[in-house]
């Protein structure tokens, strides 16, 4: 299906889920990722089935939101969700992949770790998760789709906690800070050490520093 059935500007709440409901579809889940961008650490996508009723105050694009409230709803959406799936992409199937396939398979294996089947899928993005289930891609769906918001917030808290616990085993990168992406610090850190087993080796700004790992 293509997005230009529906209306671009539509403000983040229930619209797109409400449409699906519409047209007989029951168990309707949003899908983001977290992740892409970075020279390190995976890329992780969650999926969230949003019950009909449910309130989450302040839910949107994780990326417009405080680390804290990230927090608070990341709780939040776990008690309150249907259900919640989590897919994980180490580096080293980014490396194998690409980014894009590694981001639609992380995908793919989130809606799948659904405990409740998912039989409608509302997708960030442009690209279409290789699956058989009906699904609908959202440019920006994070802030116009409040199951998308949620996925997002789910699996930019995921990913930012493993981040952290990397950081412990590999300090001198600073991971807890940047959370893999190519910050100035970051892209020193790896011109000092060389890139560690976290980093993606097909990325610009780490595969000119390999013969130093």
């Not at 579809?25 to 019950?51: C, H, Q």
């Not at 994980?88 to 089947?117: H, K, S, Y």
């Not at 409608?120 to 290789?130: A, C, E, F, M, T």
Request: with cysteine.
């Amino acid at each position: 299906m293509t997005l230009d059935l529906f209306p671009v500007d539509a403000p983040t709440d229930l619209y797109f889920e409400q449409q699906a409901r519409s047209r007989g579809y029951r168990v309707i889940a949003g899908i983001d990722e977290a992740g892409r961008g970075p020279l390190a650490g995976p890329v992780v996508a969650a999926a969230v089935v949003l019950p009909e009723r449910f309130d989450l105050p302040g839910l949107t694009d994780s990326k417009k939101l405080t680390a804290r409230k990230r927090a608070e709803l990341f709780l939040q959406i776990r008690s309150q969700a249907a259900a919640v799936g989590v897919g994980i992409m180490p580096a080293e199937e980014v490396d194998r992949r690409n980014i894009l396939q590694a981001t639609l398979a992380a995908m793919r294996l989130a809606v799948e770790r659904l405990r409740c089947p998912a039989d409608y899928l509302l997708v960030d993005g442009i690209s279409r998760i290789p699956t058989t289930i009906p699904q609908l891609t959202l440019k920006k769906g994070d802030s116009r789709s409040l199951s998308v918001a949620a996925a997002s917030v789910i699996a930019k808290v995921v990913r930012d906690r493993m981040m952290c616990a990397y950081d412990r085993r590999y300090p001198q990168y600073g991971f807890a800070g940047h959370k893999g992406y190519g910050s100035a610090a970051h892209r020193r850190a790896i011109a000092e050490h060389g890139p560690c087993p976290l980093h993606r080796r097909t990325f610009g700004g780490v595969r000119e520093h390999l013969e130093r790992s």
